[in-house]
Each structure stands twice: as C-alpha cells, then as structure tokens.
C-alpha cells in the first residue's frame, strides 16, 4: 500500500524554526513529484512548496519564499520542509502529497495531486 506519513509539527514561537518530514512506504519516492500544503481552519488548502523529480526543481509560494525550502533524502524515501521565522500565520496543518502523474512541471494546486498524507499540525505562537 502507498503511504505518506508527515512528522515534525508542534508548537513554536514566531521567529522560531521546524523541519517536517514525509516519508513514504509502499513505493519509491523517486518516481513522483512532491508537494508540501497546509490548510488553516476555515481556509482553503494552500499549496507552499514542490519539487520536480526529473530536474530537481522546486517552487514556493510568495507566502513563504526565503524562509521555507523542501529537500530530499532519497535513501531514506524521505522529503523535508525546511521552515525558517515562522509567523502565527504559518498555523495550520501541513500535508504533504505525490503527484502520481508528473509531467516535469512544478505545480502547487492541490488538485494536482492524488496521493495524500495525514497531515501535522504546526502552532506558532505570537
């Protein structure tokens, strides 16, 4: 079974720092690109981050530009959010998710997507 399993949330002090991580079972990572989301209660999802498999590209949104970057550890199937001088606005719970159908393009819509992960929730305190 493909799983995605999101960890590293809590509850941190703006100004503070969190790396997240996703793991993946049941499939290599390597074959599909990556996003990273976070949805804020009674917002819509927001796609914040991807990464391109074939050429190693990544996006981010304006929302978080320079102060959050997505890696990755191939030998651990692992992708990381890295999330520098978050603000209370950064809360909400952060997902990550595999495009099952790459086409080298860098895509944040979240309905670009189909594997999903259960989300962590991440609190930043003012």
């Known amino acids: 079974e493909m799983q995605l399993v999101e960890s590293g949330g809590g509850l941190v002090q703006a100004g503070g720092s969190l790396r997240l991580s996703c793991v993946a079972s049941?499939?290599?990572?390597?074959?599909?690109?990556i996003g990273w989301f976070r949805q804020a209660p009674g917002k819509e999802r927001e796609g914040i981050s991807c990464?391109?498999?074939?050429?190693?590209?990544?996006l981010h949104a304006d929302s978080v530009k320079g102060r959050f970057t997505i890696s990755t550890d191939n030998s651990k199937n692992t992708v990381y959010l890295e999330m520098t001088n978050l603000q209370p606005e950064d809360t909400g719970v952060y997902y990550c998710?595999?495009?099952?159908?790459?086409?080298?393009?860098?895509?944040?819509?979240?309905?670009?997507?189909?594997?999903w992960g259960l989300g962590t929730q991440v609190t930043v305190s003012s």
């Open positions: 998710a595999a495009d099952l159908y790459p086409d080298n393009s860098c895509k944040l819509p979240f309905y670009d997507y189909e594997l």
């Open positions: 049941g499939f290599d990572f390597d074959d599909y690109d």
């Open positions: 990464l391109v498999r074939s050429n190693g590209s990544t």
